[in-house]
């Protein structure tokens, strides 16, 4: 069971996309919201101007609404701003927007009646998920389009997906045993107004670089092996003389992998085709340095999406006597935040390709045949991995551009500043799948090159081969490829390459 209406931290945010759980509203919250309702419809009562409940919307706030026309206001903007473009979202997505959702409008100050809120946790209870278009919202003014779409059910409308089957709302309501709402004053613009669709998307591309960053350093350890590599550039003094804390991190993690092996540091002499030169390249030279960089932007993003979780975004705000028209339905947090995180992990995504790429050149791998094939020239062996690596990895410098730097004004130009938080978002959650893909062909790679060595790696490197063994074979001749790289990419994303290697998260996401 979660608490909503106080704090819900990422972990039980991210669970919950996951399976619906019953859902508990702290009382204190809810007292919040009853008087907050209350206060919305004395303003009804009295004629009070009040935006979005006295008056239209946007550039429509310079007229005035009747009483008898609040209740009709509310459902006209829910169902006119339903309209995206896109394929629907996944249902994780959905599923954590509306607990999200949920959330924040059950903190009280948003003006609902409490049992509008107390429907809005039933259709996440009965896993009831709306059928959303991933286009359409410009991360300003809330998540417009796509809030519509996941509050559409509540009044019986729209498509839903329960358990996978897509069905009419109408349909799945009745069979869950709950009525259709009918909305009061105020609450189409609050179910509307709110960033959470660009935050569910954003949490779960974090949640994917944060097993993308512990599987790089386990990468960067497996290709050191395989090349045979250096490891005076893990020593400590070295990253404690520079202090970023990701990187010394990462350091410790990288050492602690290759801990043992007669692979690393070996003689010169005693590899054959080993380059005298004193120093790897910056692909294994500098992991630390870029692993860690990406490690510190993770925690910026990971604190900013910590904070937006538990804060009330939608407009106006209600506290006390005061209704106060503000903005804290612009996504410019949650898009600045998104946009670095895509950058990060690209970074991950970029370095590992470079490191694949070593590894298939028989001009920098150390001695190994070309392309790691037993019989060179006869067979491709990873060749073709190394292309696709450097696909996605230039596919993700088109996805990196700062959604975050662009606007387009909208409403009438009362909007006149927009985040297109939503598009970063996306795009992070994008680019993190590609990392995975890229990090699974360098781990194919390396164990390759490991096998290819007639010495031992370190116990922990020794480990992660053989699980990979027993997702993909060692290539001895060319065969098709078959589903291998999405068996390994499985590996990654399950986060049991970082636990083969003894690597486990410590708090946070």
Not at 207 to 233: C, F, I, M, P, Q
Not at 270 to 295: E, L
Not at 477 to 502: F, I, Q
Request: proline share 5%.
């Amino acid at each position: 069971m979660l608490t909503i209406g106080r704090h819900l931290s990422l972990a039980d945010a991210l669970a919950g996309a996951r399976a619906p759980t019953r859902l508990r509203w702290d009382p204190a919250a809810r007292r919040r919201a009853e008087a907050s309702a209350a206060r919305v419809r004395r303003a009804v009562a009295s004629g009070e101007r009040v935006y979005g409940i006295t008056t239209g919307f946007g550039s429509n706030a310079v007229h005035g609404i009747d009483a008898a026309d609040a209740e009709a206001l509310q459902e006209n903007l829910l169902v006119s701003h339903a309209f995206g473009a896109g394929d629907p979202f996944p249902d994780e997505v959905v599923r954590l927007a509306l607990l999200l959702r949920t959330h924040a409008l059950a903190r009280g100050v948003s003006g609902l009646r409490p049992s509008t809120v107390r429907a809005l946790a039933a259709l996440y209870e009965a896993d009831i998920l709306a059928v959303v278009p991933c286009q359409g919202s410009v991360g300003a003014s809330g998540d417009l389009a796509p809030l519509s779409y996941l509050a559409l059910p509540l009044l019986g409308l729209g498509r839903v997906r329960v358990r996978g089957r897509e069905t009419d709302a109408a349909t799945a309501l009745r069979r869950a045993g709950l009525a259709p709402l009918r909305l009061a004053h105020k609450e189409g613009l609050a179910l509307v107004n709110g960033t959470q669709v660009t935050l569910a998307c954003a949490l779960l591309a974090l949640e994917r670089a944060r097993t993308a960053l512990l599987t790089a350093d386990v990468a960067a350890a497996l290709t050191t092996e395989a090349l045979a590599g250096r490891k005076a550039a893990l020593d400590p003094r070295i990253h404690a003389a520079r202090g970023h804390p990701g990187q010394i991190a990462s350091a410790a993690r990288i050492r602690a992998i290759v801990a043992g092996s007669r692979l690393v540091d070996a003689p010169t002499a005693s590899i054959p085709g080993k380059r005298t030169a004193p120093q790897d390249a910056y692909g294994i030279r500098c992991a630390a340095q870029v692993h860690g960089a990406a490690a510190d932007g993770l925690a910026y993003a990971e604190a900013v999406l910590a904070r937006e979780v538990d804060a009330a975004t939608d407009n106006p705000l209600v506290f006390g006597d005061d209704v106060l028209s503000g903005g804290n339905f612009h996504a410019e947090p949650v898009a600045l935040a998104a946009d670095h995180l895509k950058l990060c992990v690209h970074e991950l995504g970029s370095i590992s390709e470079r490191r694949t790429a070593t590894l298939v050149d028989a001009h920098l791998n150390e001695g190994l045949p070309p392309y790691l094939a037993p019989t060179p020239a006869l067979h491709s062996g990873y060749m073709l991995p190394q292309y696709v690596a450097a696909a996605l990895v230039s596919e993700n410098k088109v996805l990196t551009h700062p959604a975050s730097a662009d606007s387009i004004p909208t409403g009438a130009n009362i909007e006149d500043h927009v985040s297109m938080g939503t598009i970063a978002a996306r795009n992070a959650m994008r680019v993190a799948d590609h990392v995975a893909s890229v990090l699974a062909i360098e781990l194919m790679a390396a164990a390759q090159a490991v096998q290819l060595r007639a010495r031992r790696p370190g116990r922990r490197a020794a480990a992660v081969v053989a699980l990979l063994r027993r997702a993909v074979p060692f290539r001895a001749v060319d065969a098709p490829w078959g589903d291998a790289l999405a068996r390994v990419r499985a590996l990654v994303t399950s986060g049991k390459v970082a636990e083969a290697a003894g690597l486990r998260r410590k708090g946070g996401v």
